[in-house]
């Protein structure tokens, strides 16, 4: 299963990653200067939307190109039978902010209160119901995960709120009836 394979792609890579340089001063006072050197202008904070793309693919992602429609720029990843995108926000010139994961799922089974119970229950990952569009139309379970972006840090910052938003997209998946659990094994 592709997903299983991705996982551990994301599992891989976050055992590998070598933790960033810790930032240290020296205890004392600062050298003195006859000059105010004017603050560096700050550079825009986040990741690339290509950066964060291509990081996805590195890790084993089947992830479609750029899109850009209607204002938002995302990409869409096929994870095994599940699809979601990647929506990039708070970006300037193609260097964005935060990142949101977001999945929908249909079907007869979903309701509010479905929806609810999973938020009541579960961290991270959060969702909200919406109906369907004509009478009798599936409604549908909408589940994210914003994730904020730094400088400085790289790619690397994508690996552990990747890892919370494909360890745990199967379990809403399943709670909204997506996937059906196996039955046990008769005794």
């Not at 891989?12 to 001063?25: E, F, K, V």
């Not at 429609?69 to 599940?82: H, K, L, Q």
Request: aromatic letters at 10%; proline letters at 6%; hydrophobic letters at 50%.
């Amino acid at each position: 299963m592709i997903h299983r394979r991705f996982a551990a792609a994301l599992a891989t890579a976050a055992l590998l990653a070598a933790p960033g340089a810790a930032l240290a001063a020296t205890p004392g006072a600062m050298p003195q200067t006859s000059y105010q050197a004017a603050p560096a202008a700050p550079a825009q904070a986040g990741l690339a939307v290509t950066a964060v793309r291509d990081w996805l693919v590195s890790v084993g992602a089947t992830v479609s190109e750029v899109n850009r429609a209607e204002g938002r720029i995302s990409v869409t990843v096929n994870d095994g039978p599940m699809t979601w995108l990647v929506f990039f926000n708070g970006c300037e010139a193609d260097v964005c902010g935060d990142i949101q994961y977001m999945a929908a799922f249909s079907n007869a089974t979903i309701t509010p209160e479905l929806v609810n119970q999973w938020n009541l229950e579960h961290r991270f990952l959060k969702a909200y119901y919406t109906p369907g569009t004509t009478a009798g139309a599936a409604g549908t379970a909408i589940v994210q995960y914003d994730v904020l972006l730094v400088n400085g840090v790289g790619t690397e910052q994508l690996i552990d709120p990747t890892s919370v938003w494909v360890g745990v997209l199967p379990t809403f998946a399943t709670h909204v009836g997506f996937f059906v659990p196996e039955a046990a094994p008769a005794q």
